[in-house]
């Protein structure tokens, strides 16, 4: 288009009118959604501090708790979650091949190979919960705290015994992909080690010995090779990482005095998401002054 006859009309960027523009799907009412079918506003499983029955809460919410007890705080009471992420389907296709995998030795009750290759002593662990303390949408391993009316659970990967101690060891299956080797070490995976720590003392609760080792089986996928030719290849890891679940105690003590209060908490400072909605609001307040 010549720039010199490029009219305003002509943009194709809709201007909004005002700020309820920005909810066309009316999230704020509940009646719609938006594409990703998001609602701004949730009705139902919102924190009630008088009910009796369990309210549960997940491992990844705990785990929000501990990131920003704000967001949490506006999630489980007042029914406004953060948008979800789009779904990682190939990290989930990888999750779901090494269960099946692994389903094999377990029913034969005999070593995976990367834990022979890795000198790792054990073999999956053969239990008739397995399948549900999997499903991280409908059960997982779950434990209702005393004298609260909370539930905590979570869907794990997988469990391996220790052939030597008989002790359960926490598995967690992870993919990516990346030119350097795969480690725990940066600072955002202090997500995944939690993660373990969670399940371990998930575990414990439900009367199992736990061992304080748990292992990431990670996944990295080869960006190195000539073609692709319908197929991923991967290097597979198998890290160790040695947990310490002593911070949950206290850390579930919080989460019930958060859900219990009349407060909301104060938000992090480093949040992409407030850092976007604070953009937002300066924006729509200058031009409209309506919000
Ligand atoms: S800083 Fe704001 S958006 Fe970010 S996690 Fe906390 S409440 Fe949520």
Avoid at 72 to 95: K, W
């Amino acid at each position: 288009m010549d720039t010199k006859t490029f009219k305003k009309s002509d943009s194709i960027v809709q201007q909004p009118n005002k700020l309820e523009d920005c909810a066309k799907a009316k999230g704020d009412s509940g009646k719609s959604k938006s594409f990703s079918g998001y609602r701004g506003q949730r009705v139902r499983n919102l924190y009630d501090p008088l009910a009796t029955k369990p309210f549960k809460i997940s491992r990844s919410k705990l785990e929000l708790f501990l990131r920003c007890s704000r967001c949490f705080y506006l999630d489980r009471r007042l029914g406004v979650g953060q948008p979800p992420g789009y779904p990682f389907s190939l990290n989930n296709a990888v999750d779901a091949l090494l269960k099946k995998e692994f389903d094999i030795y377990r029913e034969e009750q005999k070593p995976h190979p990367l834990c022979i290759e890795n000198g790792i002593e054990a073999i999956p662990f053969k239990h008739n919960d397995m399948d549900r303390w999997r499903d991280s949408l409908h059960a997982g391993v779950q434990y209702i705290v005393p004298n609260t009316n909370l539930m905590f659970y979570g869907g794990l990967d997988d469990i391996w015994v220790d052939s030597k101690t008989n002790e359960l060891l926490v598995v967690d299956y992870k993919a990516t992909s990346k030119a350097s080797e795969v480690t725990l070490d940066a600072d955002w995976q202090i997500g995944y080690k939690r993660q373990a720590e969670i399940y371990q003392w998930l575990l414990r609760k439900n009367g199992f010995e736990v061992s304080d080792t748990a292992y990431f089986v990670y996944c990295n996928g080869k960006r190195d090779l000539e073609r692709f030719d319908k197929q991923l290849q991967f290097d597979v890891s198998v890290l160790p990482y040695q947990g310490n679940d002593s911070w949950i105690e206290e850390a579930v003590i919080q989460v019930y005095q958060c859900l219990q209060s009349d407060i909301i908490p104060s938000a992090t400072d480093a949040c992409d998401y407030c850092q976007f909605f604070i953009g937002v609001k300066k924006h729509l307040y200058k031009k409209y002054s309506q919000i």
